[in-house]
């Protein structure tokens, strides 16, 4: 550091109290001003995608920080194995934008598909050339996984065969509400095991978790981890006739734990959860004490006061807690059963919309055996 003759900036922080931060951001600002960081916010924009996820309402959403030039609405771009037009951009306010500058991080919409995080941005001059790119990129992906599975010699394909009789797997399927979670699950997975035991992820990615995903496991005979999406309506039914577990998480630790017990077969009491009713948001009304209240309908099991739940908009999790108030007409009661109408007030939440689902669960604590 500086203060023992060397060239690194050294500054006192404390984001508790807001000490040092001015001195932070002018150390920043002298560093770039040394190292001569400069972009170009004439030509055409290039960025790094920071995050990406699969929104139903929006389609794939990228969070991308340009970097070089500026980024307009209506501009051509390829990303990883993607292409798109931007569609609209939104700024960390919530606002829509027409243009995106050097340093900026916007929200894009308009992608073909959902990127993986860290794949960068370039903004194309035609249609036909984000198409050709993004189709080059894909062969080249599939031809590179291709050669990586594939042994060169009958010796290496018996040994990978004696390799992997020798080593128990536990094969799962991974679907999470955005792109770094899944892969930060992904890694985390990977990591778990050793020479007799491990866990191989089949197949990860973004978005509710679909009939597609229920047929994959069905016929690997894998779990699917659902962390903060949910199963859509057919998928759920599907799994429950082909027998497919779907175990849904919002704790990354308790999803790595659970699939080392697993994994290693020791497995203790835990608390699970037992979904016991849906309901669906038909109307949203403003009662004066209360705050936001909806008009639900019971669509499957039963409503209880008692227990826990969860808001779903779009199969992705917003809130989780407790009901502030279950009425049915004007009575305040203890349970709602399936096909009744009734009144649900959140506890410390009111950002609920008409057409939101309600999950109703109650935890309790029970003995697992691994099969």
Not at 47 to 55: F, H, T, Y
Not at 65 to 80: A, E, W
Not at 265 to 271: H, N, R, S, Y
Not at 294 to 306: K, P
Request: glycine content about 8%; aromatic content about 4%.
């Amino acid at each position: 550091v500086e203060a023992m003759s060397g060239d690194v900036q050294d500054v006192e922080v404390s984001a508790k109290t807001g000490l040092g931060l001015d001195d932070l951001l002018e150390a920043i600002s002298l560093q770039a001003e040394v190292l001569e960081l400069r972009a170009n916010p004439n030509r055409a924009a290039s960025g790094a995608v920071i995050e990406a996820k699969l929104d139903v309402g929006r389609g794939p959403v990228a969070t991308v920080l340009v970097q070089n030039g500026t980024l307009r609405k209506g501009d051509i771009f390829v990303v990883g194995e993607q292409w798109g037009k931007v569609r609209a951009l939104i700024n960390d306010k919530g606002e829509t934008i027409a243009e995106a500058g050097p340093s900026v991080p916007v929200e894009v919409l308009g992608l073909s598909g959902t990127p993986s995080a860290g794949d960068t941005l370039n903004v194309v001059e035609t249609e036909a050339q984000a198409r050709e790119i993004a189709d080059y990129r894909i062969k080249t992906a599939k031809d590179k996984r291709a050669a990586a599975g594939a042994a060169t010699t009958l010796e290496q394909l018996m040994a990978k065969a004696k390799a992997d009789q020798s080593v128990a797997e536990l094969p799962i399927l991974i679907k999470a509400d955005v792109q770094g979670s899944a892969e930060a699950i992904v890694q985390a997975m990977e990591k778990i095991g050793n020479e007799e035991v491990r866990v191989r992820v089949l197949h990860s990615g973004v978005g509710a978790i679909t009939d597609t995903d229920v047929a994959l496991a069905e016929a690997s005979k894998a779990p699917i981890i659902g962390f903060n999406v949910r199963a859509n309506a057919t998928a759920r039914a599907s799994a429950t006739q082909k027998g497919v577990e779907i175990r849904y998480y919002s704790i990354i630790y308790d999803l790595v734990d659970d699939i080392k017990a697993a994994a290693s077969g020791l497995l203790k009491a835990e608390v699970r959860e037992t979904f016991i009713g849906y309901a669906r948001i038909l109307e949203v009304f403003k009662v004066s004490g209360v705050g936001k209240v909806a008009g639900c309908l019971i669509t499957e099991g039963v409503a209880r006061r008692s227990a826990g739940v969860r808001l779903l908009r779009d199969n992705v999790v917003i809130h989780e807690g407790t009901l502030k108030t279950l009425k049915r007409f004007k009575d305040e009661v203890k349970e709602v059963i399936s096909g009744q109408e009734c009144g649900m007030a959140f506890e410390n939440y009111e950002d609920i919309r008409q057409g939101d689902v309600i999950e109703i669960f109650e935890r309790e604590e029970v003995q697992r055996t691994l099969d």
